[in-house]
């Protein structure tokens, strides 16, 4: 989930209890082929608690880079004040990966039991409760991105910012690296539009290089312009973390 997609989330639980509220998924972009892309995980999180006590749902996107290890936006982890935190998993948090498509596929599924926040950057790593031994996960890059670069963006996230929901089919896109920081990189959409885009519960979806068994991750999904749009997103490096994601996920 966006930073922007935790608000509607709180909204749409208020007027819509007691539906889970959600971050939306790759915006015009395209359905992701059967038996691909099955590190890229959908995180349904639960009883999200807020300042006044009450609670919500909402989901993020993710991906395994390990056997028990899913890498994800940092802050889709926090208390009720917002603020990012690490140790035991905050609320009721499952994952999913290896499908594309809900409705013909079960994938597998794992408990997050523990999380651990970058101080680098907006990113976190996940434990899962039990190894996933039948899903490639991604290496990490550790090259310095260049403007220019293409990637692939895939993600479980809404299809519009209007009223989002989470996607129940895997989307891909391809987007174009724009600027380069320290810590992030900005993107633009390329294919199959140039309003290709990150959606709300798209927060932690991975851009990656494709190659080998599953591919290289470059950056994760921050935050950007409501979706779909052909602006400038926000993404997290992964080189600048690569050593610390190596250490604990060894």
């Known amino acids: ?23 939306p998924d790759v915006a015009h972009g395209t359905d992701v082929p059967p038996g691909q892309f099955g590190f890229v995980a959908k995180i349904a999180m639960t009883k999200i608690p807020r300042p006044d006590g009450s609670t919500y749902s909402s989901y993020c996107t993710g991906a395994l880079i390990a056997p028990g290890w899913v890498v994800t936006t940092g802050h889709c982890f926090h208390d009720a004040n917002r603020k990012r935190v690490s140790g035991k998993i905050p609320y009721p948090t499952t994952v999913t990966l290896g499908l594309v498509d809900e409705a013909t596929e079960s994938g597998v599924a794992r408990r997050a039991t523990e999380v651990l926040q970058a101080r680098e950057n907006d990113v976190a790593l996940i434990k899962l409760d039990t190894p996933v031994s039948t899903v490639p996960p991604l290496t990490v890059n550790r090259v310095l991105p260049k ?10 996230g809404s299809l519009t910012a209007t009223n989002p929901a989470p996607a129940t089919r895997m989307q891909q896109g391809t987007v174009q690296v724009a600027t380069v920081a320290p810590t992030t990189v900005g993107v633009r959409g390329a294919a199959p539009a140039i309003t290709t885009s990150a959606c709300t519960y798209d927060s932690g979806a991975p851009y990656f290089v494709p190659g080998g068994k599953s591919g290289a991750l470059v950056s994760l999904e921050a935050t950007g312009p409501n979706c779909p749009h052909a602006g400038i997103e926000t993404t997290s490096r992964a080189d600048v973390i690569a050593d610390w994601i190596v250490t604990h996920t060894a």
């Open 1 to 23: 989930m966006r930073l922007r997609a935790l608000l509607a989330a709180a909204v749409l639980t208020i007027i819509a209890a007691p539906a889970a509220s959600a971050a």
């Open 147 to 156: 403007v220019g670069q293409q990637l692939t963006l895939a993600g479980w």
